[in-house]
């Protein structure tokens, strides 16, 4: 029995003496950061969102003026912010095995976003969302003023973060439980559908004053609390969170040469505590990989491959989400399925007609 103690007593001085070889010895990481290649590709995802929507507004213009302006054609991609209409278009594709022509290239492109989370976890939010990139910058921001990152207490954190899975619940229950595929065919064929892209539109270009102040407010405490749409009330991130943590590519932390210098919980945007533990797996995870770039020792913090155990260079995530997203939506366009079927007859017929009470209501039924 003594002998077995004193076995264990070497084995733990061992382990701690190459803790503490490393401690005075750092192996520095002399890896690249990944964070401007990040930065790079979020850039070009807000100016091509910022393309689309200058092309749409132009389109809507065009309607408006009865064909008088300069013609410009429909950006199929504003479709990417129709989520609620391209989940419903998804269900019925699973059910039928028809691509609604109303939002073809908005359930491709949904399809994309959720695809890219499954293989690298929740990547979209901190590398393609416009969204996620202005949130991310008003925390810097934020931080900048304050001088730190402030947190939010956990009292308050844990209720205010169920509510964006609260959100995403009620939709899967009326898209998934509630409506049948009679009913989501009724509400995909409306004239409500086929024009909420632009209802989407007018809500900004004519925003109330209620709308505008509930922004500004969050858009304040994004200042504040860093991420705070997102990490609270955006029902997207919350599906996207769940997808991601059947990703088979997860952040390992090497136990046996961590200084334990904490630097790597403390780059985390998200406030995960990776210094405590060997796989990041936690919903709430980006894949922005902040805390392996913060990480000060040679192959601590790494990519891993699971149940592989093989390493992912953090030098392909770049290739891997924007391949993911190119090639389901590029699916979406060789198979003419890209484009709607909505013809510019119809849509002279819809602008003309669009504050009638039949297109203010989700079933397009007149009142």
Avoid at 210 to 232: G, K, M
Wanted: hydrophobic residues 45%; contains cysteine; glycine residues 6%.
């Amino acid at each position: 029995m003594r002998t077995e103690i004193e076995t264990i007593e070497k084995l733990s001085e061992r382990k701690n003496g190459e803790k503490q070889k490393h401690k005075n010895k750092i192996i520095k990481n002399d890896e690249k950061s990944i964070q401007k290649t990040r930065f790079v590709v979020q850039i070009l995802s807000v100016l091509l969102s910022i393309w689309i929507g200058i092309e749409f507004i132009l389109f809507v213009e065009f309607l408006e003026s009865g064909g008088k302006t300069i013609y410009v054609e429909r950006p199929p991609g504003v479709e990417g912010y129709l989520p609620i209409s391209s989940l419903m278009s998804l269900r019925y594709f699973l059910a039928t095995g028809e691509i609604h022509w109303a939002h073809p290239a908005g359930m491709f492109i949904f399809l994309a976003i959720v695809m890219m989370s499954l293989v690298i976890g929740k990547s979209f939010c901190s590398w393609f969302c416009p969204i996620g990139f202005l949130s991310e910058n008003l925390g810097e921001f934020g931080e900048k003023i304050f001088k730190r990152r402030i947190k939010m207490p956990k009292l308050i954190d844990y209720p205010l973060r169920s509510l964006k899975y609260l959100l995403l619940g009620f939709f899967v229950y009326v898209i998934f439980f509630a409506m049948d595929v009679l009913a989501l065919k009724f509400f995909l064929d409306s004239p409500y559908n086929q024009v909420a892209d632009i209802k989407m539109y007018y809500f900004f270009a004519h925003i109330s004053k209620f709308s505008l102040t509930v922004i500004i407010i969050l858009a304040f405490l994004s200042v504040i609390f860093r991420n705070f749409w997102c990490r609270y009330l955006c029902p997207y991130g919350a599906l996207l969170g769940l997808v991601g943590l059947l990703s088979p590519i997860k952040i390992k932390r090497n136990v046996e040469i961590c200084i334990d210098c904490d630097k790597c919980s403390k780059a985390c945007p998200n406030f995960i505590d990776v210094a405590k533990k060997k796989y990041v797996i936690s919903d709430e995870c980006t894949s922005c990989m902040s805390c392996i770039d913060a990480c000060p020792v040679k192959n601590t913090l790494y990519l891993e491959v699971f149940p592989a155990r093989k390493k992912f260079s953090k030098r392909f995530v770049a290739i891997a989400i924007v391949s993911v997203f190119m090639i389901i939506t590029g699916l979406g366009m060789i198979t003419g399925n890209w484009k709607n079927k909505i013809k510019l007859d119809d849509y002279f017929y819809h602008i003309q007609r669009i504050e009638s009470s039949e297109y203010s209501h989700p079933t397009g039924v007149k009142k």
